[in-house]
């Protein structure tokens, strides 16, 4: 692979050597694959766990990371190609790319949506400006999907259940209530993820307003022909936690309203009973809850959710650590 910029382009093959050797660098976490090698790692948006992450992990490997933050500690960059930069920007991505380039060996980038206007933050092109002028490999590290976070959201569930193949699981992606619209690249992810390891997956939400973008939906369709799982829809929170193995939950902003949050308020704050509770956890078959995290307690999900023995949200967040060291080594081998 050239760049880490979504797991729909990887083989399952690739896909599946990747967790290997997370799981690896779970029970061997000092290595030299990064030795003498360096990350820059562009943060446009807040993280605790993945700049941590992606830190320690190439200092575990060896490696030096180089954390920026374009527009406060680095220049602020211009991302369309012909523009008159007589803005905010300082530089174009084509520069920025071209010199830390010649400086490190990988890039991360984190830059999450405007969220102004769907059709342009849904071409992702921050992310792609990076990839289209970058001589080094480009690691996605939150955009428009979160592939690290699914990464570490598959092994999680394969130490869950003491197994690689989750075919069969029945997987419910709830939405939940939280007071500001997000961003749906986790629920992208963890849709895109779920189907394409097989699982029976149902895409829990309010109303057909909060379904996801068509790419996603699409590539959800494609797994499951190609998995042998299934995809469905429901707007039913009973019948969607009834037997599930696994409540992964996030909150998103509905997409027709995406830019002009005044209207999607009320409609968002119909739904708080969407919150994973202890009620609609009795009903899953013993289920796992997770989440990809930060979370808002008992607005998301209550205390006991939290604390219960089947939260394997911490898990999850350990695992970014596994995986990320696993997609720098591969990725710095090639
Ligand atoms: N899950 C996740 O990416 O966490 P951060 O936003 O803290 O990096």
Redesign the pocket.
């Known amino acids: 692979m050239k760049h880490f910029l979504n797991t729909q382009d990887l083989s399952r093959d690739e896909l599946d050597a990747l967790l290997a050797q997370a799981a690896a660098f779970k029970r061997t976490p000092m290595g030299d694959d990064l030795k003498g090698r360096s990350i820059a790692l562009l943060f446009f948006?807040?993280?605790?766990?993945?700049?941590s992450s992606f830190e320690l992990g190439a200092f575990h490997l060896g490696g030096h990371a180089i954390v920026l933050q374009p527009g406060k500690d680095a220049w602020p960059i211009e991302f369309d190609y012909g523009t008159v930069m007589d803005g905010e920007a300082e530089e174009h991505i084509a520069e920025v790319a071209q010199v830390l380039g010649r400086y490190v060996d990988l890039i991360g980038v984190?830059a999450f949506p405007k969220f102004v206007d769907w059709a342009v933050d849904r071409e992702d092109r921050v992310l792609k400006g990076f990839a289209k002028y970058s001589p080094v490999p480009v690691i996605n590290?939150?955009t428009i999907t979160?592939p690290?976070?699914e990464l570490a959201h598959a092994l999680a569930l394969q130490e869950r259940f003491g197994t690689t193949d989750l075919r069969g699981k029945k997987y419910v992606l709830t939405w939940t209530y939280h007071p500001k619209p997000l961003n749906t690249a986790?629920a992208n992810s963890a849709l895109t993820i779920a189907t394409r390891l097989g699982m029976d997956v149902t895409l829990l939400c309010p109303t057909p307003e909060y379904l996801l973008d068509e790419r996603y939906m699409g590539w959800a369709e494609q797994n499951v022909a190609e998995s042998g799982g299934s995809f469905t829809v429901s707007h039913d929170i009973e019948s969607a936690y009834s037997g599930a193995d696994v409540v992964y939950a996030k909150s998103w902003g509905a997409l027709p309203y995406f830019g002009n949050w005044g209207p999607e308020k009320p409609i968002r704050d119909r739904y708080k009973h969407f919150m994973v509770d202890e009620a609609k956890m009795a009903q899953t078959n013993n289920g796992a809850f997770s989440h990809?995290?930060?979370l808002r307690r008992n607005i998301k999900a209550t205390d006991a959710v939290m604390d219960s023995p089947n939260c394997i949200a911490i898990d999850e967040?350990e695992n970014?650590l596994h995986v990320q060291k696993a997609i720098m080594a591969s990725l710095i081998k090639q």
Request: net charge positive; glycine share 0%.
């Open positions: 948006n807040p993280s605790l766990r993945t700049r984190r590290m939150e979160h690290c976070q986790v990809c995290l930060p967040a970014r």
